[in-house]
């Protein structure tokens, strides 16, 4: 990389602050928490808003509960998780110009809201239910169309000459009208741009989508190093359980790009579907008033350290930051000498799950790693319902 192009998007003060951010990371330990970047790409927001990611086009969450043929649904359920993709890896670099490091959930930390359109309400509940391992819980349901996503996820982390993601932990779309589940994985992603100051997310390797009818789904990442050479480029397939390596047995694929525009054909490759993500509406997601959110919700709990990161101080940023960590280490000490833990007011951990495991079973070499994840965590209707509040 010629000396002139490096850090091209570093602000000219933060320079020094970057190389050293870019040196420190040969050294770095997979922990994404535990990372100190420059101000200039620190994000006023927490991992626990980003759940609302899968519910931005509640039209697209719903539509698989409307289709009678179980072929179909598989395939509506695919258009709709990669729909969720856009929102999910490059909006923060579309708005920001970057991609930005997110604001550690604290253990409790919540983020409520819902999305009031024609499908009627569809809630959203996400806690971050472990701190060590950071692991954040959802739980999406519109109960018009009697759709539920529930999910949880964590992230492990590698530096190759970038920064490689794996992500651990699963969603699951329940259809009540089927009593259909499909239970679906997360792409692996690395950073690209980083040298010049301007990270932004790539998807690698392949994510799944199983669902119990009997019905699945591989989507294949690429990007721009990649064979295609496109930025953002996927291809998927739906197919019969069992059936993934027979192309016979295609039943619909999906070649595009998951932020430009996707196509989805047939067996018999005709066009069923042609999904532009550049011009699909978005339903806005209501959030309470910070003066009315709970202390926990995390805008209300983050406010001043946000505040203090849109002025760029960096001394507000880390006294704000330590007034929160110091809490959570006085919680935890008298958690510990109460020999408690901490009570998640959504969640609950499982011991057993047996319709994940069985679906992991058909993602290859599929497993739940509840070690990584602190357990399989699963969304807890009664403790909602008693101390949910809103
Ligand atoms: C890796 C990531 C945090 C995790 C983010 C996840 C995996 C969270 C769950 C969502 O459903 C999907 C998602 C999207 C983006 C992922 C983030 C991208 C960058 C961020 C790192 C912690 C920041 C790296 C620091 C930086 C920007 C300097 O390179």
Same mark, same amino acid.
């Given at each position: 990389m010629p000396a002139e192009q /490096?850090?091209? +998007?570093?602000?000219p003060q933060a320079k020094g602050s970057w190389s050293s951010f870019l040196k420190s990371m040969a050294s770095f330990n997979g922990d994404l928490s535990s990372m100190t970047a420059p101000?200039?790409?620190?994000?006023?927001?927490?991992?626990? /808003?980003?759940? +609302?990611?899968?519910?931005?086009m509640p039209r697209l969450l719903t539509a698989p509960a409307k289709e009678p043929d179980p072929q179909k649904r598989t395939m509506l359920v695919m258009k709709w998780f990669i729909s969720t993709l856009k929102q999910q890896y490059a909006s923060r670099n579309e708005k920001l110009g970057s991609e930005k490091k997110p604001l550690n959930p604290f253990l409790g930390e919540l983020f409520l809201g819902k999305w009031e359109d024609e499908e009627g309400v569809t809630q959203l509940v996400s806690e971050q239910?472990?701190?060590?391992?950071p692991v954040t819980a959802y739980n999406i349901h519109n109960d018009t169309h009697g759709v539920r996503l529930q999910g949880y996820n964590a992230q492990k982390a590698s530096f190759r000459t970038t920064i490689h993601v794996k992500q651990v932990g699963h969603a699951v779309l329940h259809l009540d009208k089927y009593n259909e589940d499909y239970l679906i994985t997360f792409p692996p992603l690395h950073i690209e741009g980083l040298i010049t100051g301007s990270p932004y997310v790539e998807l690698n390797t392949s994510s799944y989508i199983i669902g119990s009818n009997g019905y699945a789904c591989r989507i294949d990442y690429s990007g721009k190093g990649w064979v295609s050479g496109t930025k953002n480029s996927l291809h998927a397939t739906v197919y019969p359980h069992?059936?993934?390596?027979?192309?016979?047995?295609?039943?619909y694929t999906a070649d595009g790009s998951w932020t430009d525009s996707f196509t989805i054909k047939d067996a018999k490759k005709s066009v069923v579907d042609v999904y532009n993500a550049k011009k699909e509406p978005k339903t806005p997601l209501q959030v309470a008033p910070i003066a009315q959110q709970d202390p926990l919700e995390s805008r209300r709990a983050w406010q001043r350290v946000a505040e203090a990161i849109q002025k760029g101080d960096m001394n507000a940023t880390s006294y704000e930051k330590n007034i929160i960590e110091e809490k959570q280490r006085e919680l935890r000490k008298r958690e510990a000498g109460e020999k408690r833990e901490w009570e998640r007011r959504y969640f609950t951990r499982m011991e057993s799950a047996p319709v994940l495991e069985k679906l992991t079973k058909?993602?290859?070499?599929?497993?739940?790693?509840r070690d990584q994840t602190n357990g399989v965590w699963v969304f807890d209707g009664e403790k909602a319902r008693v101390g949910g509040g809103r």
């Open positions: /490096e850090a091209a +998007a570093v602000p101000a200039f790409i620190l994000s006023t927001t927490s991992l626990t /808003e980003f759940s +609302a990611y899968w519910s931005e239910v472990s701190h060590h391992p069992g059936k993934e390596k027979d192309k016979s047995s295609i039943l058909e993602v290859p070499g599929g497993s739940l790693e």
